[in-house]
């Protein structure tokens, strides 16, 4: 199985950045694709960004330009680098991973294969 390790949330005021960070086990299959997803409260899991092994990205249209991803292959990781942070942005941030397949449903949630505990993130007024 693989295990993904969140780290990083915290409370920021309105304006400020945080950095995500996502560590994955050595037994992540080779070559997935890794990703973060975030869910408010009251609200279905939303897809924020991920990136292939390869380094291409995907990203949420209406968070572009605040929120950038990057992967380390060799230390097996991901991170969200989050900028301009509004009250919006509060929510549990989820680190996903899944073998590549159909482009399509990259923007789903279920068609993630594995998940963190997720990491929290909360940006006051």
């Known amino acids: 199985q693989v295990q993904l390790t969140e780290s990083g949330g915290g409370l920021v005021q309105t304006g400020g950045s945080l950095r995500l960070s996502c560590a994955a086990s050595?037994?992540?299959?080779?070559?997935?694709?890794m990703g973060w997803f975030r869910q408010a409260p009251g609200k279905e899991r939303e897809f924020v960004a991920a990136?292939?092994?390869?380094?291409?990205?995907y990203d949420s249209d209406s968070l572009k330009g605040r929120f950038t991803i990057a992967r380390d292959n060799a230390k097996n990781t991901v991170s969200l680098q989050m900028s301009v942070l509004k009250p919006e942005d509060t929510a549990v941030y989820y680190c996903?991973?899944?073998?590549?397949?159909?482009?399509?449903?990259?923007?789903?949630?279920?068609?993630?294969?594995?998940w963190g505990q997720g990491t929290r993130v909360t940006v006051s007024s």
């Open positions: 050595s037994h992540m299959p080779s070559g997935s694709t």
């Open positions: 990136i292939t092994m390869r380094g291409f990205t």
């Open positions: 996903a991973t899944r073998r590549p397949r159909n482009a399509n449903t990259i923007f789903e949630a279920s068609e993630w294969d594995y």
